[in-house]
């Protein structure tokens, strides 16, 4: 328990949950109520049951909060270990006094302690979470199909289901596209139930009855290979998620909208920023927008560095970390491998030379997961470091930009 200025840090109890959600209305100036949004409540009960949720507290009120859930996120094939920051905010008239800095460092640690070396979020302010150490690592495509440029693909053997949005086959689908996706959620329960309660954070959906739909997408052999989550709604169809394991399969999907022509004007959709929807119409000529959308974090450098997929077998380069949050991360760690065999020390000191490049914790998250490449990282000064020594991290890096479709 830490005391700053007549305040007190502790966890938030669950008899308390519905200060926290005062504190989410006022702040992010929604309008969740306990009584009347039952549902809502009932998945922030579990979420604290699960997660950590750490608040400062005058007195018995409750004024700045975080709340951290145990997740798994798939990096170039190593699942780790993800926590999901969420929930942060503290009253106006308790700002500037370091609160959230603190919440942050002690859910960093607590992270730590449990083994997760890696932590996303969804930013309401990118240079906020900067300054904190995250950086973007995902972006997301939205985007406007009409209906004289829907799909119509013929040759296509599959059928398509409508079924229960937790059918088992739509668990399956994605169990099968998140282990080969780089970047993406394997998904537990409480990931699968903020898929199905998206809707709460989509305000053309809040007011209304319309329910989540799921379409399921099966091959000549009755094997599902992909699915849409969607809605229809005043003569449009919105494709909350869009999920295929193969070309057949995206097809057949795009066919099952199309099928709707009579009943919508509009498509409209979101997925991974790097999805190329518009390449992959026939009628490419539809509206778009691309926007940064989920950023990441280095928990524990060392550790994370311990079971990365490098993609050669043989290097030897050193990474100067700095880490303005939390002092466990600054510091020179020497990297060599040997046929695979990857070691990692931390140096308390070295000399510069030219195994050694500098960067921050955040430019570190955004190399490590591809989002962008030491090159262009070196060229807008991100790096620091020689340009063989760059080289050679383009070439130990593994090649894959990161998806990532989920929300929390």
Excluded: C
């Excluded at 750490?54 to 909060?65: A, C, R, T």
């Excluded at 960093?108 to 990118?126: K, N, Q, T, W």
């Amino acid at each position: 328990m830490n005391q700053r200025k007549g305040l007190v840090m502790r966890e938030i109890r669950m008899a308390e949950m519905a200060q926290s959600i005062d504190l989410l209305n006022y702040v992010f100036q929604m309008s969740m109520s306990m009584k009347k949004d039952r549902r809502f409540v009932s998945e922030k009960s579990r979420q604290f049951n699960v997660g950590h949720a750490l608040g400062w507290f005058d007195g018995n009120q409750l004024v700045s909060q975080i709340l951290s859930l145990p997740f798994q996120v798939n990096v170039y094939g190593v699942t780790y270990e993800m926590g999901g920051i969420t929930a942060i905010g503290t009253y106006p008239e308790y700002s500037k006094q370091g609160l959230i800095d603190s919440l942050i460092k002690k859910t960093l640690a607590v992270m730590r302690e449990e083994g997760r070396y890696i932590s996303y979020l969804f930013p309401f302010s990118i240079p906020y979470y900067r300054k904190k150490g995250w950086e973007i690592m995902s972006d997301i495509v939205e985007f406007q199909v009409k209906d004289t440029q829907f799909p119509n693909y013929a040759e296509v053997s599959g059928k398509i289901r409508r079924v229960d949005t937790r059918d088992e086959d739509l668990v399956s689908v994605y169990e099968k596209y998140a282990s080969r996706t780089h970047g993406a959620m394997i998904r537990n329960t409480i990931a699968w139930n903020e898929k199905f309660h998206e809707d709460f954070w989509e305000e053309k959906f809040v007011d209304t009855d319309v329910q989540l739909q799921a379409a399921v997408y099966y091959d000549e052999e009755d094997e599902p290979q992909g699915y849409l989550f969607y809605r229809v709604m005043e003569e449009n169809f919105y494709i909350d998620e869009i999920v295929y394991l193969q070309e057949e399969a995206r097809k057949g999907l795009w066919n099952f909208v199309s099928a709707h022509k009579s009943m919508v004007y509009n498509a409209y959709g979101k997925t991974a920023g790097n999805e190329p929807v518009a390449f992959l119409l026939e009628d490419s000529e539809i509206i778009q927008k691309v926007s940064p959308y989920f950023m990441a974090r280095i928990v524990d450098v060392e550790k994370f560095l311990q079971t990365y997929p490098f993609d050669e077998p043989n290097f030897h380069v050193r990474f100067k970390v700095t880490d303005r949050l939390v002092d466990w991360n600054n510091g020179i760690y020497d990297i060599q491998s040997t046929d695979w065999k990857v070691t990692i020390t931390k140096l308390e000191t070295v000399e510069e030379d030219d195994l050694t490049v500098q960067m921050t914790i955040q430019t570190l998250a955004t190399m490590l997961l591809g989002y962008k490449r030491p090159k262009y990282l070196d060229q807008i000064e991100r790096l620091k470091g020689k340009g063989e020594t760059i080289a050679v991290l383009e070439d130990i890096l593994p090649v894959g930009n990161p998806t990532f479709i989920d929300y929390f």
